[in-house]
């Protein structure tokens, strides 16, 4: 298997259940306009960054949709957790991504 059929640069799946191995080549043809939609999403908000939850209200998307496109961006150096942690949807601390590394946001 080559890098590029590899996670981040594919979706990933959890163990060797068949079912997650298929949806992720099922949504693997649509993943990098996906992910340009996720990046982009996040790019208004700059240096303070935003939460998946609050992208995904914004975008009307679930965001079972969001997270592991964030991950994934993360992983390829183009989306960076910041230090800071904000209430999600079900009111628990959740990651705050930025397209600005942590020390340029300070």
Not at 72 to 98: C, D, F, I, W
């Amino acid at each position: 298997m080559d890098d590029e059929s590899k996670y981040p640069n594919m979706p990933g799946w959890k163990g060797s259940k068949s079912t997650g191995r298929e949806a992720a080549f099922a949504v693997a043809k649509d993943i990098t306009g996906r992910r340009r939609q996720v990046w982009e999403a996040f790019e208004p908000y700059g240096t303070a960054g935003s939460t998946c939850d609050a992208i995904a209200e914004r975008l009307s998307l679930p965001v079972h949709i969001l997270r592991p496109r964030a991950s994934e961006l993360e992983k390829l150096g183009r989306l960076y957790a910041l230090p800071e942690k904000r209430p999600g949807q079900m009111g628990h601390n959740v990651t705050v991504y930025s397209v600005y590394k942590p020390a340029e946001a300070a």
